[in-house]
């Protein structure tokens, strides 16, 4: 078997995990890339001549590779190892944190061919996208912070936003139907727990479809009742926030909005065309 090891040096000691992961994939026909800023280390990699492809590193590294294989339409089998300070889809899948076990997981481990979302017919999204608070808190934590703290350096950016960031006007079209929402976040999911929170009801990553949560607190009490949640691992409740199950979502808005996809900031545009791409990639899950 033939594997191709993505390496994320900014992820974590990088001499002592590289050191690591190398030594253990001894006896392994691989080939090893590193990330760049860039993000251009995949530009020209055959992929077609790989079975396996394993991401060493957090969730943007996981993110550019995914998008990788599925731009190019790759048959390729995605191994994860979490280096990095949230490791949203690892966590998902349950996926250990101990690199050799890790490592090992996604060498022989049996993959699951999940859902993934599309936007705009160019870029894809495995957990979760959204325009809004949760964009604003992942560009507004400090990547210092993430290094020492983990996945709670976002908390300090959570109650800021919640404090400063203010509502938007979104034009929303699910599924052929027109609807209008004045919202902190518009929050599409692939997804419904991860980190141990759970975020919506019926929410399935291979079920054909997306959900949407429109996040509308409204009132000074309600972010005490946001914050209470969170601690009780629950972030929905029905006061404030409404889901909707769709294929195919447009989002139009009128002034500029944050956006994020899977913990990556970027420039959606309006309007936003999202869609579900059914059991489009192969992912290995504990």
């Not at 030594?23 to 860039?38: F, S």
């Not at 590294?61 to 990095?84: C, D, E, F, S």
């Not at 997804?191 to 429109?214: E, H, K, Q």
Request: proline fraction near 2%; hydrophobic fraction near 40%.
């Amino acid at each position: 078997m033939k594997v191709l090891v993505i390496y994320n040096p900014v992820a974590g000691k990088k001499k002592e995990i590289e050191k690591s992961v190398k030594q253990i994939l001894a006896d392994v026909d691989y080939n090893w890339l590193e990330t760049n800023k860039a993000g251009d280390y995949l530009d020209g990699v055959d992929g077609g001549q790989y079975e396996r492809v394993i991401a060493v590193g957090g969730d943007g590294t996981v993110y550019q590779v995914a998008n990788w294989i599925l731009k190019n339409n790759y048959n390729l089998i995605l191994g994860i190892v979490p280096r990095g300070s949230a490791n949203l889809l690892a966590n998902c899948f349950k996926i250990p944190g101990n690199l050799g076990t890790a490592i090992s997981l996604a060498l022989s481990g049996q993959p699951q061919t999940i859902d993934v979302g599309l936007i705009n017919k160019k870029t894809y999204f495995l957990i979760a996208a959204g325009l809004g608070y949760d964009a604003w808190v992942i560009k507004n934590t400090e990547r210092a912070w993430k290094r020492l703290f983990g996945f709670w350096a976002y908390t300090i950016a959570m109650l800021q936003g919640l404090l400063s960031l203010r509502e938007n006007n979104f034009s929303l079209t699910i599924d052929g139907v027109r609807h209008q929402a004045h919202a902190k976040t518009i929050f599409i999911m692939n997804f419904g727990r991860f980190l141990g929170f759970d975020f919506g009801p019926d929410i399935s990553y291979d079920d054909g479809y997306l959900s949407l949560a429109v996040v509308r607190p409204v009132h000074f009490g309600d972010y005490f009742q946001m914050f209470g949640r969170l601690v009780g691992k629950k972030f929905y409740w029905q006061k404030r926030l409404e889901y909707y199950k769709f294929k195919r979502l447009q989002i139009n808005y009128d002034r500029k909005v944050l956006a994020q996809v899977d913990g990556e900031t970027v420039d959606l545009g309006s309007p936003a065309e999202i869609e579900v791409v059914e059991k489009k990639l192969k992912v290995v899950k504990s």
